[in-house]
């Protein structure tokens, strides 16, 4: 069968991800030229409009609305160069989703225990996947993400702790939220994952003290130490160089922000209404009791705590989607670029899911997920072109509509992985113990 | 003080210095179809102090008013801005912080929105100017959608009139005729300058956070190129798409943005040595985008502007709707709620799942 030839050679698999990139890289240059929609993301001239001023000596910061590390833009300087360089910084996304791939392709190999076929086959939700390929070429910076995210879960299962933490404290210099990942790291690195068996489980009558101690282990302290050396000292050196605009639009601004614009995340219209001045006293309705300020806190609680207290132990790269899944559906702010910081966990997740495994559940979700987004863009579409006010109820209602459908799909997610047990880790353990033989 | 009357002829040829009679240190016209330009210029130390209190905090300040109603601009005196109040200023550097609002709400309008919060150059955005040129006289600029003047003129009538004219003799024209010139252009040849764009605010904000008034472009047209060879005349339409800013919600659906119409015109270099033309007025928001030497020629607008005779483009911005959003607090925050405590159900109670077993007797099944 042609498809199973296809996803039976890896060489074929990735250079179709490659053509994927290239030919929509090449579509993108003639509709930049010959549209007045353009197809190079507004952030893309962003970035090289901050490398530019990188190449004058200047700070990155110099560029309105660049909040983001300066390594991004340094990363992208040949931008500066002329003629075709100025696509340089959309290879290098594009560069960074096949480096993705190929990362992704490794773990299944190699800890899932999947053969070649089916590896590519998961692997695949990523490398062919249009909207992944569109997000980098049109020069949004998620594929380096990608590549940090995707590199660390590789080195976590791989037990290189060490490095974990130094691409942890990366990560989070690059992009802030992948911090969430620190607490379902630290509470999966416990001693019987390290020795590959298991210990006698603490005794009730262990103290409180041994408990402690038995919690911080060396593993745990490394993977601590690495991260938050990482992470300050990357901050030290761009705070050195490029002092308190680098605090104040990587870090403080991404804090204070309130995107009143028309997003995916269910908070969107409250954020509007509740900013907007002298919106109260129009309105007959009692005063706003402001409870947007705490939207962090479901957030957190389960991107950061419960869901890898819970869940980090039976599986940790589903753990890591379930918390991503969460973080942007419960986020103050959410557009599609957000949806890749959990699709780049499907294909661990996928493969033993139940939407995969019960063709209702699945197709019913996909269509959802789908639909909740139709909705919104429909609604967004009146807006923006045709004018209509449609905050209420349509872009609002689609918008919460699109949330009870991203939170259904997190309890199935959930659901999936606490049906798992905890014994996953005689897996890794196996797979590690044939990789050497072998 | 000093006055200066001008008149403004529509053939030259037509006027003679005949017509002019000077009986008594006065000066009479006889006979003149013109329209009159009278410039009152005055001394600092002339103005009531209450006023040079006030314009003593500038360095540069230079007010511009322009008509909603479309007029014939006469030659010499062409240039144009758009409708609207149009403020370029340079606050004195020893002034710690200079207010706009007060002169905004005192002198044109009381109803300005104009917040006394911000100081002069919080609100401001920078003027125009080309690149190799020095920084222009005002270097920053403010603008507001203001439909007449009538508070300035009662202003003047009450304070200038009864205070400086009172103190002064009204009547002393100048009685020498040779002084009364027409002047030709006066122009020089300067290097093309580019415009030099300004700072690209943050787009993504609404509009009640960004203290600045809004926003100015200047745009290089591209023109039809059998235009230029003069090979056919047909109306042509530039189309240039706008950001707009979230409006506060409110309770109606849209909210009305006047955009008052452009000013359309050809920056030439100028043919002979000189400065432009001498009646070209100055600090108009664009002149300094072109460096020295650039004479203006305006293209004007449609007699009927929009449609009521006003040269001004209302645009609906849609709004969040406050009448109908009485269920969006309570609405998103129980539904985040529910969704918080289901999800906790799933993870804390909710069994360990048939869901999960499901899956493996169906591995099983297919095993076998």
Not at chain 1, 92 to 113: E, S
Request: hydrophobic fraction near 45%; glycine fraction near 6%.
């Amino acid at each position: 069968m042609a498809l199973s030839a296809f996803f039976g050679s890896s060489q074929a698999v990735f250079s179709a991800a490659v053509v994927l990139r290239a030919v929509f890289l090449v579509y993108g240059l003639f509709q930049d030229a010959y549209s007045p929609m353009k197809y190079t993301d507004i952030d893309y001239f962003v970035f090289t409009d901050a490398a530019r001023f990188i190449a004058q000596g200047q700070s990155p910061y110099a560029r309105d609305t660049y909040r983001y590390t300066p390594l991004l833009a340094w990363l992208i300087y040949p931008t500066t160069w002329l003629g075709f360089w100025f696509s340089f910084g959309k290879v290098l996304f594009a560069v960074g989703d096949i480096v993705t791939g190929w990362m992704m392709f490794r773990i299944l190999r190699t800890y899932h225990n999947m053969s070649q076929e089916r590896a590519l086959k998961y692997a695949s939700i990523w490398l062919l996947n249009p909207m992944v390929a569109t997000i980098s070429t049109r020069g949004s910076s998620e594929g380096l993400l990608g590549v940090l995210v995707t590199v660390l879960l590789w080195a976590v299962l791989a037990k290189r702790v060490a490095l974990s933490g130094f691409l942890l404290g990366f990560a989070v210099h690059f992009k802030i939220y992948p911090f969430i990942y620190a607490a379902s790291i630290i509470w999966w690195l416990d001693d019987d994952r390290i020795k590959g068996h298991r210990n006698s489980r603490p005794s009730p009558s262990a103290t409180f003290g041994n408990q402690l101690l038995s919690f911080l282990n060396p593993q745990r302290l490394i993977l601590a130490l690495c991260s938050l050396l990482t992470f300050m000292v990357l901050n030290m050196i761009m705070y050195l160089a490029y002092g308190w605009p680098f605090l104040e639009h990587s870090y403080f601004y991404h804090l204070i922000r309130i995107d009143h614009r028309h997003n995916f995340s269910p908070y969107n219209t409250l954020l509007y209404l509740n900013s907007s001045p002298g919106a109260n006293q129009n309105a007959s309705a009692q005063p706003s009791l402001e409870l947007e300020r705490l939207a962090f806190l479901p957030q957190i609680l389960l991107s950061a705590v419960l869901i890898p207290l819970v869940l980090s132990k039976r599986d940790l790269p589903s753990t890591m989607l379930a918390q991503t899944f969460a973080f942007v559906a419960f986020n103050k702010v959410c557009t599609s670029q957000y949806f890749l910081w959990y699709m780049m966990f499907l294909p661990y997740y996928l493969p033993d899911s139940t939407l995969l495994h019960s063709r209702p559940v699945g197709i019913s979700a996909l269509i959802l997920w789908v639909l909740g987004q139709v909705f919104w863009l429909q609604q967004g579409f009146q807006l923006e072109f045709n004018g209509y006010s449609t905050f209420v109820p349509g872009l609002w209602l689609s918008g919460i509509f699109f949330f009870i459908v991203n939170v259904g799909i997190l309890g199935i997610i959930i659901r999936d992985v606490k049906s798992k047990e905890p014994h996953g880790r005689e897996l890794y353990a196996t797979s590690k113990a044939t990789k050497k033989t072998s | 003080m000093k006055q200066r009357r001008t008149y403004l002829v529509e053939d030259p040829d037509t006027f003679t210095p005949e017509q002019l009679e000077v009986i008594d240190g006065s000066l009479s016209l006889k006979g003149l179809e013109a329209v009159e330009e009278h410039r009152v210029t005055f001394n600092v130390d002339e103005l009531p102090e209450e006023i040079r209190k006030f314009l003593e905090q500038w360095q540069e300040l230079h007010i511009k008013w322009a008509s909603l109603k479309p007029y014939t601009a006469i030659p010499p005196f062409s240039s144009r801005v758009t409708p609207g109040l149009h403020i370029f200023y340079e606050p004195r550097k020893t002034q710690p912080k200079v207010q706009l609002c007060d002169l905004l709400r005192s002198v044109f309008d009381p109803e300005n929105e104009c917040s006394f919060d911000l100081d002069a150059e919080e609100i401001a955005t920078p003027v125009f100017h080309a690149t190799e040129d020095p920084e222009p006289d005002a270097y920053l600029q403010y603008y507001s959608y203001l439909t007449t003047i009538n508070q300035l003129v009662s202003l003047i009538e009450k304070k200038l009139l009864s205070e400086v004219f009172r103190s002064r003799n009204l009547h002393r024209p100048n009685p020498d005729p040779e002084d009364i010139a027409f002047g030709g252009f006066l122009t020089v040849l300067g290097p093309d300058a580019a415009p030099k764009p300004t700072r690209a605010t943050d787009l993504e904000a609404p509009d009640w956070v960004v203290p600045q008034w809004g926003s100015t472009a200047l745009f290089q047209l591209a023109y039809p190129i059998e235009h230029l060879e003069g090979l056919k005349e047909r109306d042509w339409t530039v189309t240039i798409p706008l950001h707009l800013r979230y409006f506060p919600a409110t309770s109606s659906s849209h909210t009305r943005v006047p955009v008052p119409w452009p000013v359309v015109f050809w920056a030439c270099d100028a043919e002979q040595d000189g400065s432009g033309n001498p009646f070209d007025r100055k600090n108009l928001g664009y002149d300094s985008a072109f460096g020295e030497g650039k004479r203006f020629m305006h293209v004007p607008p449609k007699k009927s502007g929009n449609g009521t005779g006003k040269l001004v483009s209302w645009i609906d911005v849609p709004v969040l709707d406050t009448r109908a959003a009485d269920w969006v607090e309570m609405g998103t925050i129980g539904v985040v709620i529910i969704a918080f405590l289901g999800l906790c159900w799933v993870l804390f109670g909710g069994g360990r799942g048939g869901r999960g077993q499901g899956i493996e007797e169906k591995k099983l099944k297919k095993k076998q």
